[in-house]
């Protein structure tokens, strides 16, 4: 009778807890800020930056080990056919990505697992 007990407990902790994870990602709205984290690879694969020649011809230096620790806030939050939500990004202190960019994209489901964008508490 106790083992069922403590089996039944178990089961009821580990639905909750997958519940609350996956509105948490779900409930993105504008406004949220974020972190922008190290990129999982060599560059970053659900953020999205212009190519380095177009920072260039816009004046910018493309410098990505400065945009790790950047707070960024959402400023708009769409989901496509596939159900994937895309999130576009500002920075908060109102400076330009690279001296150059104003907004960045980003997949926020991918971001979140590579831990390229962490949510600020």
């Known amino acids: 009778m106790k083992n069922i007990i403590i ?3 178990f089961i009821t902790c580990t639905v909750y807890g997958q519940q609350d994870n996956t509105t948490s990602q779900n409930s993105v709205k504008v ?6 984290g ?4 060599s560059n970053y694969q659900s953020v999205f930056f212009p190519k380095n020649n177009f920072i260039i011809k ?3 230096i493309p410098n990505y080990k400065r945009i790790r620790g950047t707070y ?3 400023t708009s939050v769409t989901k496509d056919q596939e159900g994937s939500t895309k999130i576009s990004l500002k920075r908060k202190d109102g400076k330009k990505f690279f001296n150059s960019i104003t907004q960045i994209q980003a997949h926020l489901e991918n971001a979140l697992v590579q831990n390229e964008l962490k949510l600020a508490r």
Do not use: E, H, R
């Open 31 to 36: 406004g949220d800020i974020f972190i922008i």
């Open 7 to 9: 089996i039944a407990l």
């Open 38 to 41: 190290a990129p999982s690879s």
């Open 72 to 74: 960024v806030v959402t």
């Open 58 to 60: 816009k004046g910018g």
